[in-house]
């Protein structure tokens, strides 16, 4: 029996404001959505063409204040082949909340507090 990873859901609270950090941050693009008949959420699988792995992005109408994300344990790694312009263009969005120069990797937080690790090609 095999298993492969196909998404990760994060639930947003402004999935415009979502969808456009990820974007611009990522490279991430709607790739599809679902909406519920009754307007009560909106699913959209966003993507690039680096990867088959899917963010799976979920507003939901009823929500009326940003979610809790604890101690925020927690992250989705993203690799790049060019650590230097990733961290200017994060630089410039103001989004890196963390930096470790030591293990050569940082941080970037996006609208709902979700943390993004930027990793250089191995």
């Known amino acids: 029996m095999n298993f492969k ?3 990760e859901n994060y639930n947003v609270f402004n999935l415009q404001k ?3 950090f990820y974007e611009k ?3 991430l693009r709607e790739i599809r959505r679902k909406e519920a008949e009754d307007g009560s959420f909106i699913i959209v699988y966003v993507a690039n063409s680096e ?3 899917e963010l799976e992005l979920t507003w939901m109408r009823d ?3 940003p979610y809790n994300l604890g101690d925020c344990e ?3 790694a993203f690799q790049t082949d060019d650590y230097e312009a990733a961290h200017r263009l994060h630089e410039e969005m103001g989004c890196i909340c963390y930096e ?3 293990m050569g990797i940082y941080f970037i937080q996006d609208p709902d507090g979700y943390w993004l690790e930027i990793v250089p090609q191995a």
């Open 74 to 76: 927690f992250h989705l």
């Open 5 to 7: 990873m196909i998404h």
């Open 100 to 102: 470790n120069p030591q």
């Open 63 to 65: 929500m009326e204040k």
């Open 18 to 20: 979502s969808l456009d």
């Open 25 to 27: 941050a990522l490279g």
């Open 51 to 53: 990867s088959q792995f």
